[in-house]
């Protein structure tokens, strides 16, 4: 145990270390040549008026012209900045940074950090939309709930760009995916399974909305939050039809057994586990996996500690275990997901992204890690196996021109292809920059 | 889900206190949730049963009742009150209303204002309703069945 806790607590002593050192993980770089000061008459005025002139006349032509196709802003206002709570837009910046940087190296996108100094949701919602011109997609980033559900809901139908919550869309996209690989393994039927999701946070309920996309019968699922497992005449449901509308809708279609209880009695045969909680370990009990089904599937996703330790769960039956953990089998990790939804996004130009091209990604992702060849500590690809961006790129993109929302419409093979570049040449630059010592080497 | 199918819209009985006064007190303490001053009283268990059955002996309150499959689903109580001072004179005062979420968004307490309406129709000149200011929810469903607002009720606390 110690050697795990040391294990955790490594990086954090090198992030001390070496943020000073690098000040910022994101800097601007050029996209086009400077070959003599005579270029700044074309990439500048008076040159760059045609261009200008051109956009007025054809809005959409900004997407040709302007690097806006490839950016997205990371918008936060800190008040849920990872497990700190709120802790303010400066704190949260260090934060912002590493999602651009991940932005950048997986998917090739320049993604801008934008910490605001507002926490109103109706100012916030006017300020991400006045920033609509500039950027390609919103991310939004560490927003607490349900304020980030009606901000997510409201940019969405006024946003003609695509708006993302990462804790939402994209913990829910990879969690699908590492379920659909675990159901197969496990040999049940996605129609037949019982799923308890532990935790009804922004996480849970974008996955329960995915499953039942997926075909998980709505009433198969059992939530479980602070005060048990929701059913719909739980004494709290009237209060929720006001105050989370989200939680509310899932109170009423979920749970058809009716099950009342708490964790315990929610878990109690059910098929699969999904914990999105509180950090472990105990969180969840031994005993209550044995009490699960056969072949239970538990994925235990609270940073840093899971609900349960994975050999725990491993002891009291589970056939299958995921955590949010790097250093554990099974990462139910973010990073496969928005990299590669977003590029995808972005090289068709949508309007926006859809819980279909979610559940396309899901898919798309799950056979990525199927074809490698499932096991019981193999149910996702990691982010080694980086074909997976540019893949889950592609089946987004196609499902963005299905749906309409696509600005233009491209082939397969071309988005494959051009995802595949881009990502490539951001890891590509990366790398030069390091080898000629623009990136220094860390300090000992 | 709750299937609207297998509802059955009907005068309470007495049988059906139990079930009416657990509705009763769930409309209460939603009430609570939009204003303090609507915090339910510990005994409300008491004094709902005793409201309720009283309501179902007099002739001055009607109680209809949503149904199914044994179980009271929805509730609507309207008092008879004599408005002495005006015209129209009789009217017909809703006092609760409750539909249990799950079977909510269905019309069901549409149907459950039309049916009190119809059997009251021979009895009163006009329907309201009574609520607290701050229930949105209320405020929402009878300004979309096209009532208005008639009468104001306003507070001050003298002692905290």
């Not at chain 1, 996108?109 to 390609?136: N, Q």
């Not at chain 1, 039942?212 to 699922?221: E, Q, R, T």
Request: aromatic share 8%; hydrophobic share 40%.
């Amino acid at each position: 145990m110690t050697s795990l806790e040391e294990k955790a607590s490594h990086p954090s002593t090198l992030a001390m270390k070496y943020h000073p050192f690098y000040k910022g993980k994101i800097q601007i770089a050029l996209k086009c040549p400077v070959r003599s000061y005579d270029d700044f008459a074309i990439w500048y005025t008076p040159g760059v008026a045609e261009p200008c002139k051109a956009i007025q006349k054809n809005v959409d032509l900004v997407f040709e012209y302007t690097n806006r196709a490839n950016t997205v802003a990371i918008v936060t206002d800190g008040t849920r900045i990872l497990g700190l709570g709120d802790i303010g837009p400066e704190a949260g910046l260090p934060v912002m940074e590493g999602k651009a940087l991940l932005f950048k190296y997986l998917g090739g996108i320049d993604a801008f950090p934008i910490a605001l100094a507002t926490k109103d949701a109706e100012k916030i919602i006017e300020i991400v939309k006045a920033l609509e011109p500039s950027f390609g997609g919103i991310n939004l980033e560490d927003i607490e709930k349900p304020k980030c559900f009606y901000i997510l809901e409201r940019l969405r139908q006024e946003m003609r760009i695509p708006v993302w919550h990462d804790d939402q869309q994209g913990t829910a996209t990879v969690t699908v995916a590492a379920f659909i690989n675990a159901v197969k393994f496990v040999g049940k039927r996605i129609s037949d399974v019982i799923v308890t999701l532990i935790g009804a946070g922004a996480a849970n309920i974008a996955i329960a909305r995915l499953l039942i996309a997926y075909g998980v019968p709505a009433g198969n699922l059992r939530l479980v939050d602070s005060k048990g497992v929701l059913h719909a005449e739980r004494e709290d449901v009237d209060k929720l039809q006001f105050q989370d509308k989200w939680k509310y809708e899932m109170a009423i279609k979920t749970n058809k057994d009716r099950v009342v209880g708490g964790i315990p009695e929610g878990l109690k045969g059910a098929d699969v586990c999904i914990a999105m909680s509180r950090p472990g370990p105990g969180v969840i009990k031994k005993e209550w996996i044995t009490a699960m089904a056969d072949d239970s599937i538990v994925f235990a996703c609270a940073n840093p500690i899971p609900e349960i330790w994975p050999w725990e769960a491993k002891e009291a039956g589970a056939k299958i275990v995921a955590t949010g953990r790097s250093d554990f089998p099974n990462q139910v990790n973010n990073s496969l997901g928005f990299p590669g939804i977003f590029r995808g996004a972005l090289d068709v130009r949508a309007y926006t992204i859809t819980d279909e091209m979610c559940l396309a990604a899901a898919i798309e992702l799950a056979r990525v890690a199927e074809e490698k060849g499932l096991s019981e500590e193999y149910i996702l690809p990691t982010m080694e196996d980086w074909e997976v961006y540019p893949r889950e790129a592609t089946v987004v993109a196609m499902k963005a021109i299905e749906l309409g929302v696509a600005r233009i419409k491209k082939s397969r093979d071309e988005v494959y292809e051009e995802a595949y570049r881009k990502i490539k040449i951001a890891r590509d630059q990366t790398k030069l920059l390091m080898e000629k010592g623009f990136i220094p080497p860390p300090p000992e | 889900m709750g299937g609207i199918q297998e509802i059955e819209i009907r005068d309470a009985k007495p049988e059906d206190t139990n079930g009416i006064v657990e509705l009763v007190i769930r409309l209460k303490r939603l009430n609570e949730e939009f204003d303090p001053l609507f915090k339910t009283r510990d005994d409300i268990a008491i004094h709902a049963k005793k409201y309720v059955e009283s309501a179902l002996v007099s002739d001055e309150s009607v109680i209809v009742v949503a149904e199914r499959k044994g179980k009271i689903v929805g509730v609507i109580k309207a008092d008879i009150v004599d408005r002495i001072f005006y015209e129209p004179r009789i009217e017909g005062r809703i006092r609760e209303l409750y539909v249990l979420p799950e079977f909510r968004r269905n019309g069901l307490g549409k149907r459950l204002i039309e049916v009190i309406i119809e059997k009251l129709k021979n009895r009163v000149d006009m329907i309201t309703a009574e609520f607290p200011t701050l229930n949105e929810i209320a405020i929402r469903f009878y300004n979309r069945l096209g009532f208005r607002g008639i009468m104001s009720n306003y507070t001050i606390e003298v002692r905290k």
